[in-house]
């Protein structure tokens, strides 16, 4: 049967510091600033023309979205993400980095027959950020493909999010609710650590090497490559056939909120998975 989860739609992340936030993801991204509301502790970017990404500042006695309130909804904490860039603008975004002042680990993913080699950072806030080579050309495409984006000439060449990783406290639990509460299309396991991928589309994808496919990322608590963690109490946005998910979310017996066209679940982790129904066509 395939997956309902169709993409990634978009991430939340938590900050103490909002105006420290924004210039971060204006300057060093190039991300188009939608709204920034301080009362709130919101601010919310334009990723591509099927994505986003939100800042959350935490507020005593609020709620950043009342929509969500019933939720407990949190950004992420210490959240390492991935971007997907063309591989030809690895070195100018190494050079970028170095001109911003932050420090950067390369790793290469690949093999010595495909090299894929990476690039690792944190923003202010410790969520760990990567950069990932993707072939635009590569058949294995997701339901919204990246694209070249026109980014300043200072910031990083980022066409969209690739990929999201989170922690999870019962491993062996979240490898079996994952696929059965939400549908995620579960496609391989680390041999040598609690690391299991699941794949953002109808199916499961083996090889994540140069696809622009997307991914959810799932560990126990541990700390990553480039030390880097999984991110505890995350809100993450997915494209998906809704009726579907809720469905199934409804038989596990899941608290969920059903609002202004979007499914917003509480997973027994902490985490919050909001669905998405497909885009009709333009822009954020």
């Known amino acids: 049967m395939p997956s309902p989860i169709l993409d990634l739609a978009g991430i939340t992340l938590e900050v103490n510091h909002l105006p420290r936030g924004v210039r971060f993801y204006e300057q060093v991204l190039g991300l188009d600033l939608l709204a920034h509301d301080e009362e709130r502790g919101v601010a919310h970017f334009r990723v591509n023309d099927a994505q986003t990404l939100t800042l959350w500042k935490p507020?005593?006695?609020?709620?950043?979205?009342?929509?969500?309130?019933?939720?407990?909804?949190?950004?992420?904490?210490?959240?390492?993400y991935a971007w997907q860039i063309q591989p030809g603008d690895l070195e100018r975004s190494k050079a970028l980095l170095d001109e911003q002042g932050l420090p950067w680990t390369e790793i290469d993913l690949g093999t010595p027959e495909r090299p894929d080699p990476t690039v690792y950072f944190f923003d202010?806030?410790?969520?760990?950020?990567?950069?990932?080579?993707?072939?635009?050309?590569?058949?294995?495409?997701?339901t919204y493909p990246p694209t070249p984006a026109s980014r300043p000439a200072h910031a990083l060449p980022v066409m969209g999010l690739r990929e999201v990783a989170l922690a999870f406290g019962d491993y062996a639990a979240m490898k079996e609710r994952l696929p059965r509460a939400y549908g995620f299309a579960y496609a391989?396991?680390?041999?040598?650590?609690?690391?299991?991928?699941?794949?953002?589309?109808?199916?499961?994808?083996?090889?994540?090497n140069?696809?622009?496919?997307?991914?959810?990322?799932?560990?126990?608590p541990q700390v990553g490559l480039a030390d880097m963690f999984g991110g505890?109490?995350?809100?993450?946005?997915?494209?998906?056939?809704?009726?579907?998910?809720?469905?199934?979310?409804?038989?596990?017996?899941?608290?969920?909120?059903?609002?202004?066209?979007?499914?917003?679940?509480?997973?027994?982790?902490?985490?919050?998975?909001?669905?998405?129904?497909?885009?009709?066509?333009?822009?954020?």
């Open 59 to 80: 507020l005593t006695r609020q709620a950043n979205d009342p929509r969500l309130a019933p939720l407990r909804a949190r950004g992420a904490s210490h959240l390492h």
């Open 124 to 142: 202010p806030f410790g969520h760990g950020l990567e950069l990932r080579g993707v072939d635009l050309l590569d058949e294995r495409q997701p």
């Open 232 to 284: 505890d109490h995350a809100l993450v946005q997915f494209y998906a056939d809704m009726e579907a998910v809720l469905e199934r979310v409804r038989k596990e017996g899941l608290p969920h909120v059903l609002e202004e066209g979007r499914l917003a679940v509480r997973d027994p982790e902490g985490h919050v998975f909001e669905f998405l129904p497909p885009r009709r066509g333009g822009a954020l």
């Open 210 to 220: 140069g696809t622009p496919r997307r991914w959810l990322y799932a560990w126990d």
């Open 188 to 208: 391989k396991e680390q041999e040598d650590r609690d690391f299991a991928q699941f794949t953002l589309g109808p199916g499961p994808e083996p090889d994540g």
